[in-house]
């Protein structure tokens, strides 16, 4: 694992002292107060401070975290050194906006570095950090060089780089994995990535009520997840796997700038810890319990099961979001019903290639039955599938992640899967929603917000019961 900065270990211990400090004032703050059963007052528990996050931007072109080589073009005056070697200027360049950088690893050590149409160097060094020359205020005696780059960002709050035609905020952390391998990483605070993120997650020209509700799922996921995955290199990915993030090439209105400004610091809580809540396109008229899809969801800190806050259930508000977005007519029912049509001989292939990853593979002979062994509400749970060869046993969940984003949801009606036949050589899914189905259908907070003029905190009641919404900085 590559070393870590000098200021690690203290910022490391810093945080764990306010999120224990958070964790306390929040416990007397509700032992204090009588508590109604809704979450509509918002207690604000001054003195905390924006913690950062780390934001690991996939190699698009590969579908994989990996990059083989970079090109980095920063956007206004930047620093390039190695974060372990502060006092070295040997590794040390100073860039003007619009030059270009292009970074690979060096295969014996190290890496390869080097402007556009210039010499090559080579950094005997774990990690090489882009930084923005001028940053937001620090206390005079603090060295940007030396801060943890996730508390500032360039003073003017612009891109400071760009990755693969998308402009960032913030500072890039570059890491070498191995001889062919690198990774990125922006840190930056967590307001200006919610303000990338939001408008990428939901449509940045609804209601500003259900951009709000959006604006704090997203900014409880990445805060929760910076806790939880504090030890690792980076706290979430750009992409289905964590939230979409586009940095600051994503669209922008007033209503998604004041959503994210309106509701800053604000962060989900069950029984005063953070949690990770889940969202999804549209439940198509019921969610999932989050432990069918995601057993074994807790609040960040491992102690409070999610069961009763993101539970199965109906939803009477999806339907007419789909409507009011014309998501009911032929050529666009994906977002409320679809059908996924899988060919015989894909579907094979697809599960020959699953049981190789296993510790014991079976046998894969022609399909000749699929049969849903039960169900979670609406939605598929446990699969038998005969074969010629070996009987198999999946999820709903595990076939739609085989088969991709044409499996819209696990939302299937009681006829499904319908069989090949010898007019066909497909299996025919009837598929109501789009997503896992847990927490929150942002189809249908748009829906509440605009024709049942809800404000934010009462999509986050119906879709989190039990939730309690708590600002942890300002």
Known sequence: MPSFTPFYPLFKILLLVSVVCFFMTALISDILEERSGSHHHVPVLAGGTDPGVRVLLRNRSEKSRDHENMRVIVQQA????????LGNEKYRLQLKAQEELLISPHPTDGFSIGKRNGAHEQW???????????????????????????????????????????RYRGSLDI????????WAVNMLPIESYIAGV????MNPTWPTEALKAQAICSRSYAFSKQYERRMQPFDVQDGVQDQAYHGMSGPSTTALEWAVNDTRGLILTYKNIPFAPYYHGSSGGYTADVDFVFPKSFTCDGQHALSSVMIAKEDPYCYKGAEANNWLQPATRSRWESLCTVPLKKLRQLLIAD???????????????????????????????????????????DLRVMIGSSMRSTQW?????????LEKD?????????????GMSQTSAYAMARFHKKQWLDIVDFFYPGSRAQALWE
């Not at 005079?140 to 960002?153: I, K, S, Y």
């Not at 009606?413 to 036949?421: C, H, I, R, W």
């Open 198 to 201: 939001v408008g990428k997650e």
């Open 78 to 85: 930047a620093v390039v050194f190695a974060p372990e070697h």
């Open 355 to 397: 049981e190789k990853k296993r510790p014991q593979p079976k046998r894969v002979g022609t399909i000749t039955k699929i049969s849903i062994l039960d169900r979670n509400g609406h939605y598929a749970g446990n699969l038998r599938i005969d074969t010629t060869g070996d009987t198999l046993y999946r999820s709903g969940k």
């Open 413 to 421: 009606s009681d006829a499904s899967p319908l069989p090949p036949s």
């Open 175 to 182: 890491i070498r994995r191995s001889a062919r391998k690198l």
């Open 124 to 166: 005997q060094v774990a990690r090489i950090r882009i930084q923005p020359l001028r940053t937001t205020s620090l206390p005079e005696d603090q060295n940007p060089l030396a801060t943890n780059p996730r508390l500032f960002e360039a003073n003017n709050a612009n891109a400071v780089f760009t990755l693969g035609q998308r």
């Open 426 to 438: 497909y299996y025919t899914f009837e598929v109501r929603g789009f997503g896992h189905g847990v």
